[in-house]
Structure formats: C-alpha cells, structure tokens
C-alpha cells in the first residue's frame, strides 16, 4: 500500500489554482465525504486496493494514495478523511481542507474533486458538498448507497440534483461496484466542464462586509468563488487555518466583517450554516422523493433493544462473553494440530541436522521460539473474524453509542472511542487516529490510556496462561471460565482506561466533555470478501512478525541461553545439566539478576526473563518461554509442549509449582497494564509533540504503566495468597 | 572453529544486526515527529 505523507501542511507558498487537467493523461482526483458515506469502500472499488473499511464513522485518519487507469490515462486518487464540513476545526479537516486548497505538501493541487455522498442522508451530505462546489475545481459528485437509501424509501434523483449543483452526479452502489464505469467516465470529463458557483445568495449587507475578505484571498491566489467559500468559513471558526497564514493582514479583515456582519444583526457563527442549508432544504425538496409509512424499520426494531439503557450493556457484555469462549472453544483442536505440526518439525530437523550447537539453535531457538508464538494463529484469526462481523454488521457504532455515556462520566471525548476500538487490534494506528480529536487536552488524555485497551499482541500471552491454568468448566449454564477470564482482561484494561482517563482529566489535563454526534449505520449482513481480507491481512502481520522480530530475537535469547557453556557436574541428570546449563548462561545469569524484583509477584528467574525480553514486543514472552524451556530438551516426537513444561515446572529447592492460577492470573494482570511495545512508544513520542516533548509523555506513560502493572500484579499475589488461594 | 560454530556465529550475528536496525529505525521514525506522521514496524496500520 502507498500512503502519502499526510498530516503536512506546507508553508506559505505560491498558490497554484488548478486551471484544468494536467497533461498528458493524468489526472489526480481526490476522495472527501461525510464519514460512513462507503468513501473507502469506493475507493477500493476504484483503485482495487485493499484500503481498510468499517461500518462506523473515522476509519479513513489520514490521506491514502491508489491508481487506477481509464481509456484515457492513469488517475491517481487520494481517499481524504471523512469530514463534516471544511471547517477544518480537527487536524484530519484541516489536512482535507489543505489538500483541496493545494496546500499539502507533496501532493498538487486535486484535478478533479470527488463528493462521495450518502443517499439516504443527503441534507447532512449536501453541506460539504456545497463547500466544495465553491473551491472553483471541477466537481463530480458520488451518491452512494442509493440501494440502502431506496430500500428505506429515499429516491434521490441525480439528474434533477445534477441541474441543482451545477456539477455531475453519478449513483453509486460501491459495495456491488454498479455505477463505477460512469463515475470514472464523469470523473474524466469533469475538468471539460463549467465550473460550479455558488447557488444560494447572502443577506445584502453580510455579502458587503464580506468583499474585502474575498478579495485579500483573491489577491493571494484563490479562485474568486473559493475565496468566497473561504470568507463566509472564516467569519465562523477561532483560527483561521495554517493553509492560510501566508495571507496579509487575513485575521484583521475577518475581526473586522466578523463586527460589522454582528452590527447588521446577524449572526457570523451561524450564517454560512443558515445559508447553506437554507438552499439545502430546498434542493432536497426539488430532488428527493420518499415513499412508506415511515413504519419502524428492521434497524429501528432492533436498536429499541441493543440500545436499550439496561438491556444494551448487558447485551453488549454477553456478545463479548460468547465471542472469547468460542475463541478457546474452536481454536483448541488447531492448536493441537499447529502444536503437533513443530513437534514434528523439530524431530525431523533434530534428527537430520548433525549434533551440536546448529541442530540446538534451528531446533530449540527458531523452532521452539517461533512454533511457540504460531501456535496461537488459529485464536488471533477467529477474534478478528468475530470483531470483523460485529464491526460489518454495524454493530460496533452500537457498541461506540453504549461506551459513550460512560466515556462522557470520565469526561473524555465521544470521537476518543473509535481510537480506543483500534487499539484492541493494534495501539499504533489507534494513537494515530486520535488526529481527529480536536482539543489538545482530549487528545493527549486518549493516547495516554489508550496502550490500556488489550491488543492482539498480548493474545498469545492470555491464551498460553488461560489456556494451560484456567480449567475449562462451565459457568452459568451457557458460559465457559476460559472464556470468561479472557473477557475480564480485556474488560479490567478498558475499565482502568477510564478510569485513569478521568484522573488525567480532573488532574493534569483538566478540560470540560464534549458530546460526540455519531451516525448509527443501518444493520447489513457481513460482507464475506471484505471480511476474509480483514482477516487475512491481521494474520499476515501475525505471521510477518513471527517470521521477523520474533525470529530474530528468539535466536538471541538462544545465544544468550546457550553461552557460556557450562560442564555437566558428574552424576547429573539430564534434567539437572540442563537447568545447571541454563543457570550459567548469560541469560541465567541476567535472570538471576532480576529474579528479587519480581519474587514478590511469585515469579521466577526465567518469567523475570521473559518480562524484560517483552520490552521490545510482548508476544516476546512466549516465544522466551518456548527457548528457555526448549534449549538443552531432547526433541523427539513424544517432547512436551510448551504447556505442558509449563504446568510441571517446580521451584528449586522447594519444589513447589511455579506456575498455580494465582501466579498466570497475576502475570496476566501485569501484561494488561505493562506498556512493553516499542513501536508503540515511538508513535507516542511522534504524535505527543515530538522532539523532547514527545519523550517526556512516552516516559511519563511507559512509567505510569509498569507502576500500575507491577502495583496490580503484587496486589493479585499477595492478596490472593492471603486470602489462600496460592 | 568448526564450520558448525562458524554457521551458528552468523546467524546470531545477522539477528544482532537485524534487531539493531529495527530499534534505529523505531528510534529515527520517533525523532522525525513533526515531519512525516507514518507507521511504526509492524504496527498493522498500513506502512
């Protein structure tokens, strides 16, 4: 996938109005729209490119850059974040607003400006529509799920529309790809084209007042109808934009037609927005026709009960306890099949590879290091095609709607939800996402929490500790405790999230709750192919990763688990030459270093090892436990899984079990709340301010976190202990 | 030294160098902050 570098504005710089098509044939089009219009879905329905898509507002955060090629030539086509409005009051606004002005750096200024718009909504729709008319580019516009919206009785006529606009209108399905070839046809023959003006006019005086705005921005470049959008935009917004900064005296020409529309009296915030839907309205009136009762519909039905105050949560709750246990439910045969599969790897390479340290390190370094990883493909594979159906279906916008009011209690931001979704899949793009928060202060308290929500990388460590020392018995007649256990992992991150969220925002980023207005899409029924690549694309980084850091670190820690070598004392078993080797190691050594620190949370040297291995990536622990417990174990067909030397593990000396529930529960704690990711420390450090800055919050955050990883993980021994239960 | 040796040697070798390079580029990726927001490694987000 290409990606332009987005989030740049450049420096004030010569204006370049698009005058037509570039020579040549190519031809740049860029995507906008409303959130949740189908705009990257009909990208990939474009471009052919595999773009992620959701049924909820917010996926697209930054500009993504895809070609497709007509009769004509190559286009290039840039699918920008959904937006509302050029308001630019967000910094995913502002990068949209910056790209249609030709002010990105980087990217010329679009050719052709596709308005991708919702059918069944297009009053909403037709206000961003109606500002990008005005930008003096040639417009085309997409009306998109023009299936969704007849089937709830929303006929929308697009050759009436296209006479309102001034500009083509084109039906879209992107989801079956119908009116895709004369989209692209449009799309060609849109620079050919008149440009599209404003259609409705201002009160008299407030058009007066604003000439002088128009025409600083026309002298600085702009289209004469653009600087026209540009003016009455500016009279409602705080700042007035980097894209516009290189403008002379700009700010003091807004105060004053800002006071000068007021003594008229009008309202400046208010008046493009009474204007523009003040012709909106009519246009929908001219253009849609609506047919039905205005009977309830199947989505309505529903929502009476999966929104419901009481029942919505418990709902909620229920989905995700059925959707954790079926992951140990279905995954357990093949994981016994994966297990079984490097069993027999590692028996055949241990026995054609000639003794000594090669056959150790393929045998208990790579194989057991990355087959002990692997072996949890099948889990992270079902939970995203679990999520990936929720998320189809529609229903995780209900989910946003029901974490809503108690985001709101903690004071964080409605649009902070979808970053915290993401970050169940990955906290890097879900710190990135948090662009389209526009207070500072909301925005930092997000990224601060948002490592709390559990990713996919600490899946192979719940599923190792859950399923090797969690029994599976049946809880509440329909409930499975594994499964259990994991949803109150997942739960107990996302509830300390909160919580801490709120601390932050009563404390060291004090600041008022705003409410999120979210779009509840209709409920359809999965789509197979978007799912299998959703899916498909989170197993290939599994794998990619496994077969990359993982593999490499795996052969370090072998390194360290095998020198120095250490002589067999005579009279030792095999057993005990193989823990007096490991002890001697450099990484026995290390270990033994660290064990006091973590002794308290009823862990071992090679568990203290497994921690600090960890800080590079936690899916690192598992594959440190299948090293240290693979180096120096003779492999053959009947060898032991990684479970179970885990489960026969005993304490030198005491011999006690190393591993009880009580210590794999706490570890399990200590993974929720441990911030051990480095990349994503450094997307914190980027996306905090950068530089110095950025260090200090991703130092204040990785500390907070292990102070809170170890406090819980102390707090679950000891207390568990006390109250006998270890 | 054995060939044996020599082999092992090279590979953990390569993994040093490779993991090295991760954590520069990470550390590098954190640095250019303000210049051009992108991906860390692996982070599933697209890069």
Known sequence: ?726 | MDVQTLLVMMIVAAAAVYVGGRWRRTLLAARAAHRKPGCGPDCGCGE
């Open chain 1, 1 to 726: 996938m290409e990606q332009a570098a987005a989030g740049t504005i450049s420096a004030p710089a010569a204006p370049s109005p698009a005058d037509g098509a570039r020579g040549g044939g190519l031809l740049h089009v860029a995507l906008v729209g409303n959130p949740n219009t189908g705009k990257s879905t009909l990208f990939n329905a474009l471009t052919g490119m595999r773009q992620r898509v959701g049924n909820y507002s917010g996926v697209t955060v930054e500009r993504v850059e895809g070609r497709y090629r007509d009769d004509a030539g190559p286009v290039t086509v840039i699918d920008l974040p959904g937006t509302y409005s050029l308001s630019a009051s967000s910094p995913d606004e502002e990068i949209a607003l910056a790209v249609l002005t030709g002010r990105a750096e980087g990217l010329p200024r679009p050719d052709v400006v596709v308005v991708v718009a919702d059918a069944a909504n297009l009053e909403r729709n037709l206000f961003l529509a109606s500002q990008v008319l005005e930008l003096g580019l040639p417009t085309v516009v997409a009306l998109n799920q023009v299936d969704a919206a007849q089937a709830a009785g929303i006929h929308v006529d697009p050759v009436e529309l296209t006479l309102e606009l001034g500009a083509p209108v084109v039906a879209t399905v992107a989801t079956r790809g119908e009116g895709l070839d004369v989209l692209r046809r449009a799309v060609r023959q849109a620079p050919s084209l008149p440009l599209a003006e404003r259609q409705f006019s201002l009160p008299g005086e407030a058009a007066r007042v604003l000439r002088p705005v128009e025409e600083r921005l026309a002298a600085a470049g702009f289209h004469p109808s653009a600087a026209g959008m540009e003016a009455l935009r500016l009279l409602a917004v705080t700042h007035i934009g980097r894209h516009l900064a290189h403008v002379d005296g700009l700010g003091d020409a807004v105060a004053a037609a800002r006071a000068e529309v007021e003594a008229a009296g009008l309202e400046p915030r208010s008046l493009e927005a009474e204007s523009r839907y003040g012709w909106i309205g009519d246009v929908v009136e001219r253009t849609v026709r609506r047919s039905g009762t205005g009977a309830r519909t199947f989505t309505d039905r529903v929502d009476a009960v999966l929104l419901h105050r009481v029942a919505g949560p418990l709902v909620f709750l229920a989905l995700m306890a059925l959707v954790f246990q079926s992951i140990f439910t279905w995954s357990e045969p093949l994981i016994g099949w994966v297990e079984g599969l490097f069993g027999a790897l590692g028996a055949a390479v241990a026995g054609a590879l000639p003794q000594g340290d090669l056959n150790s390190l393929v045998v208990d370094g790579v194989i057991a290091g990355v087959g002990s990883v692997l072996v949890f493909l099948p889990q992270i594979t079902i939970l995203f095609l679990f999520l990936g159906i929720l998320e189809d279906t529609g229903y995780m916008a209900r989910a946003a709607f029901i974490m809503d009011r108690f985001m709101r209690s903690v004071g964080l931001h409605g649009r902070s939800f979808i970053p915290l979704l993401s970050g169940y899949a990955c906290a890097v793009p879900g710190v990135m996402s948090t662009r389209t928060i526009e207070s500072p202060k909301d925005r930092l308290a997000t990224i601060m929490v948002l490592p709390l929500m559990s990713c996919s990388a600490r899946i192979p460590i719940y599923a190792l500790l859950i399923g090797t020392f969690i029994p599976s018995v049946v809880v509440g007649g329909i409930f499975n405790l594994q499964g259990i256990t994991l949803l109150a992992m997942y739960l107990l991150g996302t509830l300390t999230a909160l919580g801490v969220a709120a601390i932050f925002k009563k404390t060291l980023l004090r600041g008022r709750a705003r409410p999120m207005i979210m779009e509840l899409p209709p409920y359809r029924l999965p789509r197979p192919r978007g799912l299998a690549l959703s899916v498909s694309h989170r197993a290939s980084l599994f794998l990619k990763k496994a077969g990359t850091i993982i593999l490499a670190l795996s052969i370090l820690l072998w390194a360290l688990a095998t020198y120095p070598k250490t002589d067999p004392a005579p009279g030792m078993t095999d057993e005990q030459a193989q823990e007096a080797q490991l002890a001697g190691s450099a990484l026995g050594r290390l270990g033994h270093v660290v064990e006091p620190a973590v002794a308290p949370l009823g862990y071992d040297w090679k568990i203290g090892v497994g921690i600090l291995s960890s800080f590079a990536a936690r899916e690192v622990f598992v594959s440190t436990m299948g090293t240290i417990y693979g180096v120096g174990a003779e492999a053959d067909e009947g060898s032991a899984t990684l479970r179970e030397k885990l489960r026969a593990e005993t304490h030198r000396g005491s011999g006690a079990l190393v591993y009880t529930p009580l210590v794999a529960v706490g570890l399990m704690v200590f993974y929720v709340f441990a911030m051990m990711c480095m990349s994503t420390l450094a997307v914190v450090v980027r996306e905090t301010g950068g530089g110095w800055t950025g260090v200090r919050w991703a130092a204040f955050q990785f500390g907070y976190m292990l102070a809170l990883a170890y406090g819980s993980a102390l707090l679950v021994y000891q207390g568990g202990r006390l109250l006998g239960w270890g």
